[in-house]
């Protein structure tokens, strides 16, 4: 398609054709060799003490919600607070797990609100699932000293976050658990793949069985195992094929050593919207970005009164973007909590997502501000 896109994965493509080629010579694809690798670069690139790559971060918000209701013995029907406005996939792991998805409200930085959570706390609750939504940080360090107020367990959904950081810290050391995503389009991308970095090593050796079908010791480490009886292993859950291979991986180990980079120019990009859009900010409201936070800009979203339309005018300039996310209480699974999320149920309507692939130029900003101060303007 030709025009300008929302998004654009750009690869250092010699560099990850080296990385992949190396794979095949060597002869192996699969889990271990580079997902190895990549999992240590990880761990040295946020700091957190655990990471264990997998096919895909939707995997990981499952493997999150059911290895912690699990470990620390909730029932079926106990509450996690949620967020309406994040792909299906992050209240769908609540659902697959047989819990409930009670959702609290967002603000304008597109994350959840302290006051809201309070209001929605029960005897039942049990988590809080944090989206940190286009790589924002919201009000999570206030979420943080509510969870420990109120003895909840802390699950932060960074698919979009890579490369975010506050005060110079990347965060989720305080979260039970956090889970990335390296899919397509996202500011680290692979063709599919995701990551999900425990607070507790027990729960990071857990995650590995779970994520190889619940066999206690994977192909990689019985191909390198000198003894005997390497070919033995025992099955000790009823897992799932959710592991990482290391042809992805071998993409991953190149683009990390490119993120910072390109969260700096998506933050270029965020710069010149917002002076574009400056003069005509009573009409087109941008997400406010909290003090002290680095935000990745894997979104750039505004709102405007009239987003259909909009999105019309800007496909008729070849300019096409994108929405992140209808209201996920539209659907019917969560219809249950219709009229419970008011500024959400607004965002649902009138949010658009602009382009932020890092092809775009300053010329490509001022063309699509342009056509948006023409709309609100006419």
């Known amino acids: 398609m030709a025009g300008i896109q929302l998004f654009k994965a750009k690869y250092e493509v010699e560099e990850c054709l080296e990385q992949i080629r190396e794979c095949l010579e060597v002869g192996w694809t699969g889990l271990g060799f580079k997902t190895v690798q990549f999992e240590e670069a990880w761990k040295a690139y946020t700091g957190l003490p655990f990471a264990h790559y997998l096919n895909s971060s939707t995997i990981g918000l499952y493997m999150a919600v059911d290895i912690l209701k699990e470990q620390y013995g909730w029932a079926d029907d106990d509450e996690i607070i949620t967020t309406p406005i994040t792909f299906v996939s992050s209240n769908h792991a609540i659902l697959k797990s047989h819990m409930k998805a009670v959702f609290a409200d967002i603000d304008d930085t597109m994350c959840l609100t302290p006051q809201s959570v309070k209001e929605h706390i029960t005897d039942r609750t049990r988590a809080v699932m944090y989206v940190g939504l286009g790589g924002n940080m919201g009000h999570y360090y206030e979420i943080v000293d509510i969870c420990k107020e109120h003895g909840l367990k802390l699950i932060l959904d960074a698919a979009h976050m890579a490369g975010t950081r506050y005060k110079g810290e990347i965060p989720g050391r305080e979260a039970e658990v956090v889970v990335y995503s390296f899919q397509a389009v996202k500011n680290l991308p692979t063709a599919d793949s995701g990551m999900i970095c425990f607070k507790r090593g027990e729960f990071d050796e857990i995650v590995r069985k779970k994520c190889w079908l619940g066999i206690n010791k994977d192909t990689y480490s019985r191909s390198s195992d000198s003894g005997n009886y390497k070919w033995k292993y025992d099955v000790e859950y009823i897992g799932d094929k959710g592991h990482g291979n290391s042809v992805m991986a071998a993409i991953g180990l190149v683009q990390i050593k490119y993120l910072d980079r390109d969260n700096a120019y998506r933050r270029q990009l965020a710069t010149w919207y917002r002076e574009e859009l ?101």
């Open 278 to 378: 400056k003069e005509c900010e009573d009409k087109v409201k941008t997400v406010r970005i909290e003090d002290g936070c680095e935000s990745s800009y894997h979104l750039f979203q505004i709102c405007v009164e009239d987003r259909d339309a909009l999105m019309m005018a800007l496909n008729a300039a070849e300019i096409y973007p994108g929405v992140h996310y209808a209201s996920n209480i539209n659907y019917r699974m969560y219809e249950y909590a219709k009229g419970t999320c008011p500024y959400s149920d607004y965002v649902s309507d009138h949010t658009i997502s602009l382009p932020m692939n890092l092809y775009l130029t300053y010329d490509d900003v001022k063309k699509i501000c342009a056509v948006i101060k023409n709309f609100v303007n006419r």
